[in-house]
């Protein structure tokens, strides 16, 4: 089992920042490939951001890309969502969730944390 809490959402104006911080806990956290979705009112949830298990690799979707960074600290067993520039199309609940290299499914999530941007 791994166990995952996010923290530092909240309100911000169009165009400020945030960091986001997800922290893990239970089996070996450097052995999960670590990912941020998030789900805005009346949507899907939708992949916003992974990174692998080293940190070597990480991806991002087409609308975040260049405004958020993903990053872990292995030794803290954390994964940090640096968003910059934010819009208010970015107002969602924001989900930790993790997997092992390989599988397609995240197998594990965290409860998640309200970001809300305004105009």
């Known amino acids: 089992q791994v166990q995952l809490v996010e923290s530092g959402g909240g309100l911000v104006q169009a165009g400020g920042s945030l960091r986001l911080s997800c922290a893990a806990s239970?089996?070996?956290?450097?052995?999960?490939?670590m990912g941020w979705l998030r789900q805005a009112p009346g949507k899907e949830r939708e992949f916003v951001a992974y990174i692998s298990w080293r940190g070597g690799s990480t991806s991002y979707a087409g609308s975040v890309k260049g405004r958020f960074t993903i990053s872990r600290d292995n030794a803290k067993n954390t994964v940090y969502l640096q968003m910059n520039s934010l819009k208010p199309e970015d107002t969602a609940v924001y989900y930790c969730?993790?997997?092992?290299?390989?599988?397609?499914?995240?197998?594990?999530w965290g409860q998640g944390t309200q970001v809300t941007v305004s105009s």
């Open positions: 969730a993790a997997r092992l290299p390989g599988t397609g499914d995240w197998e594990y």
């Open positions: 239970g089996r070996t956290f450097s052995s999960y490939t």
